[in-house]
């Protein structure tokens, strides 16, 4: 049972954003990098799968930030029992197009049971990364799963519907999946472990031979949201806060 | 005095039993050399020399229990002069003619009599000493049943422990101290019946010898014989016992003692021992993962559960006993001794055999256990090298705790907040704030995570900002570059977080330009006083107590009103006073600032801890039974309300951020809302400083529309 975990690095929210100066991006220098969150749940899912029956994880991904050796070492701390990287130099925000032609190329070659990834990311709300994976690859995609139980060659999955529906799948291995959440909360990462695997871990590096990083697209501007307005917030006691309401309602002519 | 034949069977017995003897102690130092290596221990003779000076006075077990201590300085000062009188047993077994009494017979002169007239004094005496001491601890143990030597529900035993081993162990060398002290003196006795006149310096001896005096010549020569026998040739008999009983605590006590850690309480062993490959796990999974001097303690441990009596977990009804850690380490050397002794690797799994996983999740770290050790243990430190363990295994962590650890990896705390938000308490602070990345100051502040997020922390944060710039004190912070020192991180058992920590702190302090550091939490106080300087960040790092004691004491702060109206007590915080001896500042101000003090029956050294420490405040759940800060407020409320006089407030004053939160709960939790206030040091002092800002709400709610 291979298991293949296709994970990218996404800019924090945690802190303020940036536009770069020509206002098609962010300012990708002024930004930390994440492990994509969604795709953390794809990690803990696969180590499930392999915790429950047999088989071995790698976790892959593409370095765009020159930072993603650490996420790498962070899901070995995890019980990844691999960890592979695109070769090549790239840089931040690839398109998921460019992501799945890369990532695609790379994990074909490990002829895998199983390609778990993050069902959507920060930088690709819609999800595509999934789905183009599979058609690259040629496999069957399911998304927006909570859960993957293998037996054989089927794997069982759950996936979210809206208003609460869930729905049970069987799929035939091999097969991409689109990970909402892990059956589990994601398990820690002890930092002793993962500084330890800094020094004694080898990443494999895989060559590929696509070159095509175009979407076909491009960004004519990025702009922050635009405020149409903000409230008021009306201070005093009960008889100025109503005082005020009545000569704003007054002023509006709504009484 | 023996007969050839008694000759040769002693002889024969040194030389059968002290060889076996000879086997068991090499194994004992093979097994203990199989343990991790620890930082090397420097000035061995000097340190083992002064270990038996302060032996010899008895000082480390005088930290407590004075009674009984003193039955055991008895049975000690008779032992260790018991070496000699053995060996003029020996002599007088074995020279004809020899004999100590009435002055060694006349006829060694007047100075070796005057001598033996000394040493026959000294033995008399310290033998009915020892006798008396004995008997003490027998009746402690056997016949009042000291509810001390009891374990509390759930703690993990060994099963010989459970099977009564310690009290079987206790009855055994209690029994051999009892006859071979008992025959010694009952063999002088007969000494002194069988001429039938009286020693004026074996005084005892010739009490009893009175008892004897009817005795037929023969009986009283088997007589002497045969306590020869019970007393000296016991010796030999027992000595092979020594090798899997706790009273090799006699001789292993002092080497543990002269091998204790170097350095400060507040500096943690290594989690890895230097130079380790780069592979290897840390902290300790089997017992043979701990440190060498580790193992050694499981042999100088006497088993008195000193340690388990002042651990706040033990107090508050947790299955944790720092003695039982130390007696089921033991008890397991002794079963798997064969092995162990040729120095092979057992299989003993410490979280199934020594301690449970919820005793090593409800250490505190306060180190009481270790300062209370007469022996000079350190059960802490194993607890510490489980947790590294348990952390890098990732097996059984609390979600609070994992929690805490994920927020301080990702933003540097703990209270879930990001990184950006961290010096937010400074801008309403009332005075500007220097950032000491951006100009030089004279003290860098460090915040901590408390301090700067807790809410019912923040505007006593806010005051020492306000009287340190009252005061001139060139201070500035990190501002949001600062993290987590991670003090607790470490103790939890993260290292890795721990290391980064630092090195994030240390870049941060690369950035600004300082001289000293000032903090008002103890905790980040003990790591950067104690273990930054081992990763190259070695500053003056002070409490912020002994610098406003400073301040005061130049004239920089003036008391303006003496605060009479209050009696106070005072909680010394573990890493502010066990760890860093930092008792006096504290109680000098509050006697600056004019209140009526009284101490806590539990003070300084003795100080109890609030349950904070250790990663404790992040658990996630809360266990059953009175909490140790619930335990403190009660002691205060004993110790104050018999005194309080006209006091109009009682005070229970606390120089620690989580003190303030712990305390302030504890009053309410155990329903002493109104009885007494908990204040922080900062809070008293502003008000005899004359500093307080007047009552009523600060006006920050005016919104312009």
Same mark, same amino acid.
């Given at each position: 049972?291979?298991?293949?975990?296709?994970?990218?690095?996404?800019?924090?929210?945690?802190?303020?954003?940036?536009?770069?100066?020509?206002?098609?991006?962010?300012?990708?220098?002024?930004?930390?990098?994440?492990?994509?969150?969604?795709?953390?749940?794809?990690?803990?899912?696969?180590?499930?799968?392999?915790?429950?029956?047999?088989?071995?994880?790698?976790?892959?991904?593409?370095?765009?930030?020159?930072?993603?050796?650490?996420?790498?070492?962070?899901?070995?701390?995890?019980?990844?029992?691999?960890?592979?990287?695109?070769?090549?130099?790239?840089?931040?925000?690839?398109?998921?197009?460019?992501?799945?032609?890369?990532?695609?190329?790379?994990?074909?070659?490990?002829?895998?049971?199983?390609?778990?990834?993050?069902?959507?990311?920060?930088?690709? &709300?819609?999800?595509?990364?999934?789905?183009?994976?599979?058609?690259?690859?040629?496999?069957?995609?399911?998304?927006?799963?909570?859960?993957?139980?293998?037996? #054989?060659?089927?794997?069982?999955?759950?996936?979210?519907?809206?208003?609460?529906?869930?729905?049970?799948?069987?799929?035939?291995?091999?097969?991409?999946?689109?990970?909402?959440?892990?059956?589990?909360?994601?398990?820690?990462?002890?930092?002793?472990?993962?500084?330890?695997?800094?020094?004694?871990?080898?990443?494999?590096?895989?060559?590929?031979?696509?070159?095509?990083?175009?979407?076909?697209?491009?960004?004519?501007?990025?702009?922050?949201?635009?405020?149409?307005?903000?409230?008021?917030?009306?201070?005093?006691?009960?008889?100025?806060?109503?005082?005020?309401?009545?000569?704003? &309602?007054?002023?509006?002519?709504?009484? | 005095?023996?007969?050839?034949?008694?000759?040769?069977?002693?002889?024969?017995?040194?030389?059968?039993?002290?060889?076996?003897?000879?086997?068991?102690?090499?194994?004992?130092?093979?097994?203990?050399?199989?343990?991790?290596?620890?930082?090397?221990?420097?000035?061995?003779?000097?340190?083992?020399?002064?270990?038996?000076?302060?032996?010899?006075?008895?000082?480390?077990?005088?930290?407590?229990?004075?009674?009984?201590?003193?039955?055991?300085?008895?049975?000690?000062?008779?032992?260790?002069?018991?070496?000699?009188?053995?060996?003029?047993?020996?002599?007088?077994?074995?020279?004809?003619?020899?004999?100590?009494?009435?002055?060694?017979?006349?006829?060694?002169?007047?100075?070796?009599?005057?001598?033996?007239?000394?040493?026959?004094?000294?033995?008399?005496?310290?033998?009915?000493?020892?006798?008396?001491?004995?008997?003490?601890?027998?009746?402690?143990?056997?016949?009042?049943?000291?509810?001390?030597?009891?374990?509390?529900? #759930?703690?993990?035993?060994?099963?010989?422990?459970?099977?009564?081993?310690?009290?079987?162990?206790?009855?055994?060398?209690?029994?051999?101290?009892?006859?071979?002290?008992?025959?010694?003196?009952?063999?002088?006795?007969?000494?002194?019946?069988?001429?039938?006149?009286?020693?004026?310096?074996?005084?005892?001896?010739?009490?009893?010898?009175?008892?004897?005096?009817?005795?037929?010549?023969?009986?009283?020569?088997?007589?002497?014989?045969?306590?020869?026998?019970?007393?000296?040739?016991?010796?030999?008999?027992?000595?092979?016992?020594?090798?899997?009983?706790?009273?090799?605590?006699?001789?292993?006590?002092?080497?543990?003692?002269?091998?204790?850690?170097?350095?400060?309480?507040?500096?943690?062993?290594?989690?890895?021992?230097?130079?380790?490959?780069?592979?290897?796990?840390?902290?300790?999974?089997?017992?043979?993962?701990?440190?060498?001097?580790?193992?050694?303690?499981?042999?100088?441990?006497?088993?008195?559960?000193?340690?388990?009596?002042?651990?706040?977990?033990?107090?508050?009804?947790?299955?944790?006993?720092?003695?039982?850690?130390?007696?089921?380490?033991?008890?397991?050397?002794?079963?798997?001794?064969?092995?162990?002794?040729?120095?092979?690797?057992?299989?003993?799994?410490?979280?199934?055999?020594?301690?449970?996983?919820?005793?090593?999740?409800?250490?505190?770290?306060?180190?009481?256990?270790?300062?209370?050790?007469?022996?000079?243990?350190?059960?802490?430190?194993?607890?510490?090298?489980?947790?590294?363990?348990?952390?890098?295994?990732?097996?059984?962590?609390?979600?609070?705790?994992?929690?805490?650890?994920?927020?301080?990896?990702?933003?540097?705390?703990?209270?879930?907040?990001?990184?950006?938000?961290?010096?937010?308490?400074?801008?309403?602070?009332?005075?500007?704030?220097?950032?000491?990345?951006?100009?030089?100051?004279?003290?860098?502040?460090?915040?901590?995570?408390?301090?700067?997020?807790?809410?019912?922390?923040?505007?006593?944060?806010?005051?020492?900002?306000?009287?340190?710039?009252?005061?001139?004190?060139?201070?500035?912070?990190?501002?949001?570059?600062?993290?987590?020192?991670?003090?607790?991180?470490?103790?939890?058992?993260?290292?890795?977080?721990?290391?980064?920590?630092?090195?994030?702190?240390?870049?941060?302090?690369?950035?600004?330009?300082?001289?000293?550091?000032?903090?008002?939490?103890?905790?980040?106080?003990?790591?950067?006083?104690?273990?930054?300087?081992?990763?190259?960040?070695?500053?003056?790092?002070?409490?912020?107590?002994?610098?406003?004691?400073?301040?005061?004491?130049?004239?920089?702060?003036?008391?303006?009103?003496?605060?009479?109206?209050?009696?106070?007590?005072?909680?010394?915080?573990?890493?502010?006073?066990?760890?860093?001896?930092?008792?006096?500042?504290?109680?000098?101000?509050?006697?600056?600032?004019?209140?009526?003090?009284?101490?806590?029956?539990?003070?300084?050294?003795?100080?109890?801890?609030?349950?904070?420490?250790?990663?404790?405040?992040?658990?996630?759940?809360?266990?059953?039974?009175?909490?140790?800060?619930?335990?403190?407020?009660?002691?205060?409320?004993?110790?104050?309300?018999?005194?309080?006089?006209?006091?109009?407030?009682?005070?229970?004053?606390?120089?620690?951020?989580?003190?303030?939160?712990?305390?302030?709960?504890?009053?309410?939790?155990?329903?002493?809302?109104?009885?007494?206030?908990?204040?922080?040091?900062?809070?008293?002092?502003?008000?005899?400083?004359?500093?307080?800002?007047?009552?009523?709400?600060?006006?920050?709610?005016?919104?312009?529309?």
């Amino acid at each position: 049972m291979k298991i293949v975990v296709a994970i990218k690095q996404v800019p924090s929210l945690a802190d303020e954003v940036e536009l770069n100066a020509e206002g098609t991006n962010l300012d990708f220098d002024a930004v930390d990098f994440v492990l994509n969150e969604w795709d953390e749940q794809a990690i803990e899912q696969a180590v499930l799968v392999k915790e429950a029956g047999s088989g071995a994880v790698t976790v892959i991904g593409v370095d765009a930030t020159g930072e993603l050796d650490g996420v790498l070492h962070t899901a070995l701390a995890k019980g990844a029992d691999a960890v592979a990287k695109v070769a090549g130099e790239f840089e931040p925000g690839l398109t998921s197009h460019a992501q799945a032609r890369l990532l695609s190329s790379a994990i074909i070659d490990m002829a895998p049971d199983l390609v778990l990834t993050g069902v959507q990311a920060p930088d690709d &709300l819609d999800g595509q990364l999934g789905p183009m994976l599979a058609a690259l690859m040629d496999l069957p995609y399911v998304g927006v799963v909570n859960s993957v139980q293998v037996s #054989g060659r089927t794997a069982t999955v759950h996936k979210e519907y809206a208003g609460g529906l869930m729905a049970e799948f069987s799929v035939q291995l091999p097969a991409v999946i689109g990970i909402q959440a892990a059956s589990q909360p994601p398990r820690y990462a002890p930092v002793s472990k993962v500084r330890q695997l800094a020094k004694t871990a080898t990443i494999e590096e895989i060559e590929t031979a696509e070159d095509e990083l175009e979407s076909g697209l491009s960004v004519r501007s990025m702009t922050r949201p635009v405020s149409v307005g903000h409230a008021d917030m009306i201070a005093g006691d009960a008889k100025a806060v109503a005082g005020r309401i009545i000569a704003i &309602l007054n002023e509006r002519g709504l009484i | 005095m023996l007969t050839l034949a008694e000759e040769i069977a002693f002889i024969l017995l040194v030389v059968v039993l002290g060889g076996l003897t000879a086997v068991g102690f090499r194994g004992i130092a093979t097994l203990v050399r199989s343990g991790r290596a620890a930082p090397p221990r420097e000035d061995v003779p000097r340190r083992l020399m002064s270990a038996l000076i302060d032996v010899g006075l008895q000082r480390p077990i005088f930290k407590a229990r004075p009674v009984l201590s003193t039955f055991h300085a008895f049975i000690f000062f008779g032992f260790s002069f018991y070496f000699l009188v053995n060996v003029a047993d020996l002599f007088e077994g074995f020279i004809p003619g020899f004999a100590l009494a009435y002055g060694a017979g006349g006829a060694a002169g007047p100075f070796l009599g005057g001598v033996a007239n000394l040493f026959n004094l000294v033995a008399d005496i310290l033998s009915v000493l020892t006798l008396v001491g004995m008997i003490a601890f027998l009746v402690r143990r056997f016949g009042m049943k000291d509810k001390r030597l009891s374990f509390n529900d #759930g703690v993990l035993l060994h099963p010989g422990v459970q099977a009564g081993g310690v009290r079987r162990d206790s009855a055994i060398v209690g029994t051999f101290i009892m006859l071979h002290v008992g025959s010694r003196f009952l063999g002088q006795t007969l000494r002194l019946a069988e001429t039938g006149k009286a020693d004026p310096f074996m005084p005892f001896a010739s009490l009893t010898s009175l008892a004897f005096g009817g005795l037929s010549a023969s009986a009283l020569s088997l007589g002497i014989h045969v306590t020869w026998w019970t007393a000296i040739g016991l010796i030999v008999c027992f000595l092979p016992y020594f090798v899997f009983s706790k009273h090799i605590h006699l001789m292993v006590a002092p080497l543990n003692l002269g091998l204790i850690k170097p350095g400060p309480r507040g500096l943690l062993d290594p989690a890895v021992p230097k130079g380790a490959p780069d592979d290897m796990a840390p902290g300790a999974a089997q017992l043979q993962d701990l440190g060498w001097p580790r193992l050694l303690d499981a042999y100088a441990c006497i088993m008195c559960n000193r340690c388990q009596e002042v651990c706040p977990a033990h107090g508050s009804g947790r299955p944790l006993s720092p003695a039982a850690l130390e007696v089921n380490k033991r008890y397991l050397f002794n079963h798997h001794f064969t092995s162990l002794a040729k120095g092979e690797q057992a299989d003993i799994p410490l979280l199934a055999m020594a301690i449970s996983p919820e005793a090593v999740w409800s250490c505190t770290t306060c180190y009481a256990c270790v300062r209370v050790c007469p022996v000079g243990n350190e059960p802490m430190a194993d607890i510490v090298d489980i947790r590294r363990r348990m952390i890098y295994d990732t097996a059984e962590i609390d979600s609070g705790i994992q929690g805490a650890l994920e927020g301080i990896g990702k933003n540097g705390n703990w209270f879930g907040k990001v990184a950006r938000t961290r010096a937010r308490w400074a801008k309403d602070a009332g005075v500007p704030i220097k950032d000491a990345t951006k100009e030089p100051v004279e003290y860098l502040w460090f915040v901590g995570d408390t301090a700067s997020f807790d809410q019912r922390v923040v505007p006593l944060t806010q005051k020492v900002a306000r009287v340190l710039s009252h005061a001139g004190v060139d201070f500035g912070i990190l501002n949001n570059e600062e993290r987590n020192a991670g003090n607790d991180v470490r103790r939890v058992g993260e290292e890795g977080l721990f290391e980064m920590l630092v090195e994030q702190n240390m870049k941060a302090f690369g950035k600004a330009q300082f001289k000293q550091i000032i903090t008002t939490d103890p905790h980040s106080l003990n790591t950067l006083r104690n273990e930054y300087p081992q990763f190259g960040a070695e500053y003056p790092v002070h409490h912020y107590t002994a610098v406003l004691l400073e301040l005061l004491e130049a004239g920089k702060l003036q008391v303006t009103e003496k605060l009479g109206r209050y009696l106070a007590t005072y909680h010394d915080p573990c890493y502010l006073g066990r760890y860093n001896q930092g008792y006096e500042p504290p109680r000098r101000l509050l006697e600056l600032a004019g209140m009526r003090f009284a101490e806590m029956p539990r003070n300084r050294e003795n100080s109890y801890c609030c349950g904070a420490g250790g990663g404790q405040i992040w658990l996630g759940s809360a266990p059953a039974g009175e909490r140790p800060a619930e335990s403190r407020i009660r002691e205060a409320l004993e110790t104050l309300s018999p005194i309080t006089g006209d006091a109009e407030q009682l005070l229970f004053v606390v120089s620690c951020p989580k003190d303030v939160v712990m305390y302030t709960d504890a009053v309410k939790t155990s329903g002493n809302e109104g009885k007494i206030v908990v204040r922080d040091i900062i809070e008293v002092l502003e008000e005899a400083l004359g500093l307080t800002e007047p009552a009523g709400l600060p006006d920050t709610a005016q919104v312009p529309v």
